[in-house]
């Protein structure tokens, strides 16, 4: 069996610290880097459910797309949630490591996953990486259909390849508009409206899109569609494409690991009450 250092050294070959945002929180957040590691958790979010369920399993190593503190903080104390986590870790020997904006833009990355749970052909990134002479690197990514269908139907591929959550998929546009010429980014996206509209495309594919960002897109000369995720769907399925790049290494390297993506569902949404229609604008009764 490796130790824990090897396997981060593995890790950090996938996704170097250094490709991280500056504000980001990546990396080792606990374990002992001469303990062996024989089974590993992928996981979204290093909350309280995904520590149980690693205890449950007998995993020896968690990794998480979303770090665990992503601000400084001053304790750890089991009162708190984090610091509960913190020692239901440690007491277990269970270690923590993060992969976050240097697996977004990852060749393959976040959004490599997305585009391949929506089966769509990738094309390039939708913000390429100036230091990837390949051009492959890059947050998001730009994608086409092998058929052109409506935004119906593109919405409905959504909602059925994307893991379920309580706030399914919205949408903002004309639902007979075809589409052919797609882009996705796992994760927040409406920062990156600016590259959507110079790519050309005709729908855009993210998670926790805001009122004012939406409304500015769509009152453009050319109105770009949108689909709205949640947050956890579009990155979820990082975690099935990571665990099969460390099964290949583990394979390369005769560790024998055993990898398990968690189904946990950590979004933090739990139910949805569809609109009804008032009776009239104002909701008051006739």
Same mark, same amino acid.
Request: aromatic share 4%.
């Given at each position: 069996m490796p130790r824990l250092s090897e396997v981060i050294a593995a890790l950090d070959a996938l996704w170097p610290p250094s490709r991280a945002e500056q504000w980001d929180a990546v990396g080792t957040v606990c374990g002992d880097p001469d303990?062996?590691?024989?089974?590993?958790?992928?996981?979204?979010?290093?909350?309280?459910?995904?520590?149980?369920?690693a205890v449950k399993l007998g995993a020896d190593l968690i990794i998480t797309h979303h770090p665990l503190y992503l601000r400084g903080t001053t304790t750890v104390? /089991?009162?708190?949630?984090?610091?509960?986590?913190?020692?239901?870790?440690?007491?277990?020997?269970?270690?923590?490591?993060?992969a976050h904006t240097n697996a977004d833009?990852?060749?393959? %990355?976040?959004?490599? /996953?997305? /585009?391949?749970?929506?089966?769509l052909r990738i094309t390039g990134p939708l913000?390429?990486?100036?230091?990837d002479p390949d051009g492959r690197r890059g947050l998001g990514r730009i994608c086409e259909l092998d058929h052109p269908?409506?935004?119906?139907?593109?919405?409905?591929?959504?909602?059925a390849?994307?893991?379920?959550?309580?706030? %399914?998929?919205?949408?903002?546009?004309?639902?007979?508009?075809?589409?052919?010429r797609v882009a996705v980014s796992g994760g927040s996206g409406d920062s990156l409206f600016e590259q959507v509209r110079a790519a050309g495309v005709d729908v855009?594919?993210?998670?926790?899109?805001?009122?004012?960002?939406?409304?500015?897109?769509?009152?453009?000369?050319?109105?770009?569609?949108?689909?709205?995720?949640?947050h956890w769907a579009t990155e979820w399925p990082w975690c099935e494409q990571a665990a099969a790049q460390l099964d290949a290494i583990s394979e390369r390297h005769g560790w024998g690991l055993r990898t398990h993506v968690s189904r946990t569902v950590t979004d933090?949404?739990?139910?949805?009450?569809?609109?009804?229609?008032?009776?009239s604008i104002s909701g008051a009764p006739n």
């Open positions: 303990a062996e590691v024989s089974r590993v958790l992928f996981a979204v979010d290093p909350v309280q459910e995904i520590a149980d369920e104390e /089991a009162g708190t949630f984090k610091g509960r986590v913190v020692h239901t870790l440690i007491k277990n020997d269970i270690a923590l490591h993060v833009t990852a060749d393959p %990355g976040v959004s490599d /996953a997305l /585009a391949g749970a929506l089966d913000v390429p990486d100036p230091s269908e409506t935004l119906r139907e593109f919405a409905a591929r959504a909602a390849w994307l893991p379920p959550t309580a706030q %399914g998929i919205r949408v903002a546009g004309d639902p007979d508009m075809p589409v052919r855009y594919l993210t998670a926790d899109l805001r009122h004012h960002p939406v409304s500015e897109a769509r009152e453009q000369s050319r109105p770009l569609a949108l689909v709205d995720a949640a933090p949404w739990t139910a949805h009450a569809p609109s009804v229609t008032p009776p």
